[in-house]
């Protein structure tokens, strides 16, 4: 009888030994081991939730009066809301566009006469209804908290409309998206998304490949410098990364028949920077790594939580503070906002640039730090 047909525990944990021995000498799987189950847990045990409050939201107050003081009173107090500030017209509006606030809600100018008349005047409300799911609970809130301050200021003349829908009405402008089709928000999303993962994944596998064909030498024994290797090594990939792009608004129109309201060469500057951001990052990862499976894990690494803290996948504002400033850091967050807003809203150059410069500034710091990690050697 061989020895292979019998089943020996002193092999068997030989063979234990020389996984674990494994393990440590690739570090880079042993973190992902540790550290991906309590990322996850910590992503969806906080960061996510449906049912987003403290809404950022702007009043546009045209008297002030018992009525208008106590319905301002009651959305501050409420959790749905965050009363950013009180503001005309045109600037609220133009805060809503830029996605400064969710929710702009206008009090007319002559709310109380009309009230006490018994004309029941009308509450303004405009929604950001790009993500309908972020406004669906504030909204159900708000019918709530207007029947509450009819009940205790109507009194007297007025008692037979309290707590019921005669007495005022509330008007729901869904801004942008007023069917609340949930298409609306998630393909412009996944643009980004689509984007972040491939490129990341494609310049970070192009270099270790490199390594493990052994053509890295040659690579390195050219009189180029680091900045030069990572420059050329891009280029390539910002041409797919620009037909990627192509390709998804292309069918976002023809099959999803999003609009495309905004300026087309701002929307463009924003997915140049977004790529080039993406894909310096993609090497600025396989320098720390050995080969493609590595560098894989280090890119689901980092586009989990990029994915889930972006606002794509949950809506952005119903994430806890520290959250949102995590995911404010990466570019994904930035892009979305801006695609969307070119797609459905209309902005421009000055609408954009609070949502361009964060990614260059990634750009530039991604890029420095490939530079000052990459390899000009084997070992």
Known sequence: MSRESTFSFTRWWGVVVKEFLQLKRDPVTFVMILIMPVMQLLLFGYAMNTDPKNLPTALI??????FTRRIEASLRNSDYFAITKTLDENTARHALAKGEVQFVVSIPVDFSRRLVRGERPAILIEADATDPMTIGGALSALQGIVESVAEKELTGALGHVRGTSEALSIQVHRMYNPEGLTHYNVVPG????????TTVMMTGLSITKERERGTMENLLALPVSPMEIMMGKIVPYIFIGHFQAGVIILLTRLLFRVPFVGNPFALYVATVLFIASNLMLGVTLSSFTKNQLQAMQLTMFYFLPNM??????????GMPKWAQVIGNIFPLTHFNRSVRGVLLKGNDWGDLWPHLWPVALFCVVVMALSVLFFRRTLD
Request: aromatic residues 12%; without cysteine; charged residues 5%.
């Open 61 to 66: 107050i045209g008297e002030q009066s018992q």
């Open 190 to 197: 996944l643009m980004g998304v689509i984007l972040a993962l």
């Open 308 to 317: 889930m803290l972006s606002g794509f996948t949950f809506p952005f504002a």
